[in-house]
């Protein structure tokens, strides 16, 4: 079974720019989080999609939005991006997700944002 | 609110020795789950071992033991026999109703 994907690995923007990040599920699995990963603040989390809905949400700004597809399949979005944006965006996919806390959440690699 | 600390920003340990990382956390959740994942250098965040709270049989993967003090809100993770591979990132984790993750220790095994 294919693991978690993200597209695209590495990308550089340059301050107010929006960007657009992938993740492609594990097959059979309907929820997806998605964290940011920094030196200073470590891994934070941004949000959880579960059927195309959006159930849960960290303390991030406006800026930073996503949806889910109905394929599972989600896109995380950051408009007007900072230079404090640059980071590790990692995306996670489970079975139930907070639906079920036993369920494992299995990593993607992560898309490393750069903001020049 | 969910907090995960891990008091050890670095540790390393001999091979084939045994290694403990702490970890404590606090939540107001009465059901929940505690985690342990490891980063290796530039790849991929993968699960190590996970526990359950209402359990009080501390959980083991192979090599990787933990030691769960439900009343010291304490999660402990015992590597035995450490090996080459082992060398990572490790974050403590916990999951109420999101997964709230610990700074995370570096764990360097030397031949």
């Known amino acids: 079974k294919a693991g978690v994907t993200q597209t695209p690995r590495y990308l550089i923007k340059t301050r107010g720019q929006q960007v657009t990040l992938s993740c492609s599920p594990i097959?059979?699995?309907?929820?997806v989080s998605w964290y940011q990963q920094t030196p200073g603040q470590g891994l934070q989390f941004l949000f959880e999609?579960?059927?195309?809905?959006?159930?849960n949400k960290g303390n991030f700004p406006g800026r930073f939005s996503g949806r889910q597809f109905s394929n599972s399949r989600s896109e995380m979005n950051v408009s007007t991006l900072e230079l404090g944006d640059s980071a590790l965006y990692l995306c996670?996919?489970?079975?139930?997700?907070?639906?079920?806390?036993?369920?494992?959440?299995?990593f993607g690699p992560g898309t490393r944002l750069t903001v020049l | 609110a969910q907090t995960v600390t891990q008091s050890q920003p670095e540790m390393s340990v001999q091979e084939a020795e045994t290694v403990t990382l702490s970890c404590t956390y606090d939540?107001?959740?009465?059901?929940?789950?505690l985690f342990w994942y490891k980063q290796p250098p530039s790849r991929q965040m993968i699960l190590v071992i996970r526990?359950?709270?209402?359990?009080?049989q501390n959980a083991t993967e192979n090599r990787f033991s933990v030691n769960f003090q439900k009343a010291a809100k304490s999660f402990s993770l015992k590597i035995s026999d450490s090996q080459l591979g082992d060398t990572a990132m490790y974050f403590c984790?916990?999951?109420?109703?999101?997964?709230?993750f610990g700074a995370g220790t570096i764990l360097r095994v030397k031949s």
């Open positions: 996670a996919s489970s079975l139930a997700g907070s639906g079920r806390k036993t369920d494992t959440q299995y």
């Open positions: 097959s059979g699995h309907r929820s």
């Open positions: 999609y579960f059927s195309e809905t959006q159930r």
């Open positions: 939540t107001s959740e009465n059901n929940y789950y």
């Open positions: 526990q359950e709270a209402y359990k009080q």
């Open positions: 984790a916990q999951y109420g109703n999101k997964l709230v």
